[in-house]
């Protein structure tokens, strides 16, 4: 197997990793990667209050839109992403057509943006030891391409190669920013940590967790991301506010980001729901706590 084989065993690879990581069964796990970055807020599980019963749906609403981005496009079943996903966007960004990969073996090709700027691909050159480590990277560099539009930031890939086409034990982190006129408009700092072969993958076998900057400008993280049929359950993290669980039930996601359908739960410190979000157009939902509903506009309006 040459370079050149082995680049491209590395891509299908990925992309097979990638559908079962964002693909139709769960993510989960106890521990958080480490590759996602360092979360400095408040780590303890909030208590849900009249005082902070708005902040903390803004939370889970946050946190649950986040958690989509790191799924396949159509998940859950029951929720239609309007918005290209990081499942969608790293298969476009690891299609040899995308990167432009020579046929020869080469380490590393850079290509210049047409307007600015450099993308570069790092993968290995040579077949490497059975049971060794090979990384792939594409990094950003302000790359601009037609019309302005500027990447920044890295995909990085990690498996363990054992002999042949095999493959095991993924690691990614896709930390990127697309800019546009000066302005952040679409970032998404995620990481995985998956186990198993790739060509048999089991995306029960992945945690996901993710930090990132949300619509109204808080710092959060989300781990456990879990998605059974029609239900989204994730632990999400404010800065300030610390901790809760999420569920998520049947949503159904509007092309600008919000929901017109379905419902989402909040569990606080003490182990019980508390506070329940309702979602019935995509300008408004109703946040009910202590039996007490109270509308509230969307995030996204």
Request: glycine share 12%.
């Amino acid at each position: 197997m040459n370079s050149s084989t082995i680049k491209s065993t590395l891509i299908a690879a990925t992309l097979a990793s990638l559908v079962g990581c964002g693909g139709g069964g769960s993510s989960s796990g106890s521990t958080a990667n480490p590759n996602a970055g360092t979360f400095n807020g408040n780590s303890a599980a909030a208590t849900a209050s009249v005082e902070n019963a708005e902040s903390l749906s803004v939370t889970a609403f946050e946190g649950v839109s986040q958690a989509l981005l790191t799924s396949e496009a159509d998940l859950p079943i029951g929720a239609i992403i309007e918005g290209e996903s990081a499942y969608s966007m790293l298969n476009d960004l690891l299609s040899k057509d995308e990167l432009g990969l020579p046929t020869g073996a080469i380490t590393t090709v850079t290509t210049q943006g047409e307007c600015g700027g450099t993308q570069r691909f790092t993968a290995p050159d040579s077949i490497p030891a059975v049971g060794s480590r090979i990384t792939v990277k594409i990094a950003y560099d302000n790359y601009c391409q037609a019309g302005g539009s500027i990447t920044d930031g890295i995909v990085e890939y990690a498996a363990t190669y054992m002999g042949e086409d095999s493959f095991h034990d993924m690691s990614l982190v896709y930390n990127v920013r697309f800019i546009a006129g000066g302005e952040i408009f679409y970032s998404i700092n995620m990481a995985a940590q998956c186990s198993g072969e790739f060509d048999d993958f089991n995306s029960s076998d992945c945690i996901i967790s993710s930090n990132f900057t949300g619509i109204t400008g808080g710092t959060y993280r989300i781990e456990n991301v879990s998605f059974e049929g029609t239900t989204v359950s994730v632990t999400v993290y404010e800065s300030e506010l610390g901790k809760i669980e999420v569920v998520g039930n049947n949503l159904h996601q509007c092309s600008n980001g919000n929901f017109d359908a379905g419902e989402i739960s909040i569990i606080d410190s003490t182990g019980e729901e508390v506070i329940t979000l309702t979602f019935f157009s995509c300008d408004e939902y109703v946040i009910t706590y202590e039996g007490v509903a109270t509308t509230y506009s969307q995030l996204n309006n």
